[in-house]
């Protein structure tokens, strides 16, 4: 009985979580093709982007699209059809799913209905920037992406001040350099960033700056911009410049009742810091 026969027979019934190649599809583990080879169906967060992979490796594959706007809707499809006593494997785009990816409702699912579920790890485009960023890598925080609005994006960091963890965040080409502003305005221009882009890609570029020295970088040369990006950020030291939670919440109810002025005057004089440094806080908020 060959390989395949006995893999297929003994895993009825069972959800894979299969990580795929982030860029270079030299990254794809033996176990991964041999249980996307195996399996009944592919779950595939785009069937198209995903079938150029399986063609690569020569898999010949029923794909069944599961993204964000369908998941909640066609994961009790899958669930049926695991309890029928299909095989199913899970992969995203790129990377390991779930991790920024569709799949948490699907497994939530198989978790309820006592269905097994597997994972085939591999690749994941944090872990990989993480094991390069020469920062704390025993205690750290996955942020994923921020929110897209400027007030919303700034309100999260300042909730982050005092985050003593190293932080990894996502982050994609056209709000990049806003990340990176607000980051320089909430936390000082000297929090230390590693910037990893197009990882396992022929154009891979990994750079260490403080903020200020990463915006500069960037904009000397637009093509820097562009491309995919995790940003690996030092947790908050005693020593750092970032303005604390407290001081931003007090700035914030002040302004409600005063000129902005008067606002980082008074916030500056109860905390012991430099007026100048809050009113720019202040009007950044107030975009």
């Known amino acids: 009985m060959s390989y395949h026969k006995i893999y297929s027979d003994q895993n009825r019934m069972t959800l894979y979580i299969v990580a795929t190649p982030i860029g270079n599809l030299d990254d794809i583990t033996l176990r991964a093709i041999n249980t996307l080879k195996s399996v009944d169906l592919i779950a595939a967060e785009d069937t198209r982007h995903s079938g150029l992979l399986l063609q690569h490796l020569g898999i010949k594959a029923k794909l069944f699209a599961l993204h964000d706007h369908n998941e909640q809707e066609k994961a009790q499809v899958l669930i049926e059809k695991l309890k029928s006593g299909l095989s199913i494997a899970l992969i995203s785009d790129a990377g390991t799913p779930l991790i920024n990816d569709p799949g948490y409702h699907l497994v939530k699912a198989c978790r309820e209905n006592n269905i097994n579920v597997v994972p085939i ?133 002040l302004v409600k009742e005063l000129p902005l002025k008067k606002a980082a005057a008074i916030t500056a004089e109860m905390y012991g810091l430099k007026k100048n440094q809050l009113y720019q806080i202040g009007l950044s908020l107030e975009n």
Request: hydrophobic share 40%.
């Open 121 to 253: 790890p591999g690749a994941c485009a944090a872990i990989a920037a993480l094991s390069v960023a020469g920062l704390p890598s025993d205690k750290f925080s996955y942020e994923g992406f921020l929110p897209a609005k400027t007030k919303a994006r700034q309100d999260y960091l300042t909730t982050l001040c005092e985050e003593s963890r190293t932080m990894i965040f996502y982050e994609s080409t056209h709000r990049l350099l806003e990340t990176l502003n607000d980051m320089q305005t909430i936390w000082g221009c000297d929090k230390h960033i590693v910037l990893a882009k197009e990882l396992t890609k022929t154009w891979e570029t990994i750079v260490n700056y403080s903020v200020n020295e990463l915006i500069d970088w960037l904009q000397e040369d637009s093509n820097r911009q562009k491309g995919e990006f995790v940003l690996i950020v030092e947790g908050h030291s005693k020593t750092d410049n970032a303005i604390d939670a407290k001081v931003m919440t007090t700035l914030k109810l």
